[in-house]
């Protein structure tokens, strides 16, 4: 088995959510990179280090949507997991045709629920 620890990019910018995760996922033995905007994840991504992105839609300088633009575009294979305050079907429908493995709504959604996702996913 691998033991090098995954590495998982938090994309958010409110901070309180951000640190929230960021401890639970080091707690579990992920290294976590957060970033409070698009822009600040484009050579992160790149680097082709990432083992999951959880990313907002609706963050500063670049957006969810353009960011799974961007990997779907690159054809980066990573998966996405949205974490938003849209709860717009179309929001929903929208992020998935651009790749994103899973689409959660803050006020709906656990911190145990997230987990439970990432760790069926990269595990």
């Excluded at 088995?1 to 309180?16: F, R, S």
């Excluded at 600040?40 to 969810?64: Q, W, Y």
């Excluded at 575009?73 to 790749?99: C, F, H, Y």
Aim: net charge neutral; glycine share 4%; proline share 5%.
């Amino acid at each position: 088995m691998n033991n090098v620890p995954k590495k998982i990019l938090i994309i958010e910018d409110e901070k309180p959510l951000a640190s929230a995760l960021e401890i639970k996922l080091t707690h579990e033995g992920f290294v976590v990179v957060t970033v409070p905007s698009g822009d600040l994840a484009f050579p992160l991504i790149e680097r082709g280090e990432l083992s999951m992105i959880i990313s907002d839609l609706v963050i500063p300088k670049i957006d969810g949507y353009k960011l799974l633009e961007f990997i779907k575009n690159k054809n980066i294979k990573i998966p996405v997991l949205i974490l938003t305050n849209l709860s717009q079907i179309e929001d929903e429908r929208k992020a998935r045709e651009l790749g994103a493995s899973e689409y959660f709504v803050k006020a709906n959604t656990s911190i145990s629920q997230i987990m439970k996702f990432i760790k069926e996913k990269i595990d």
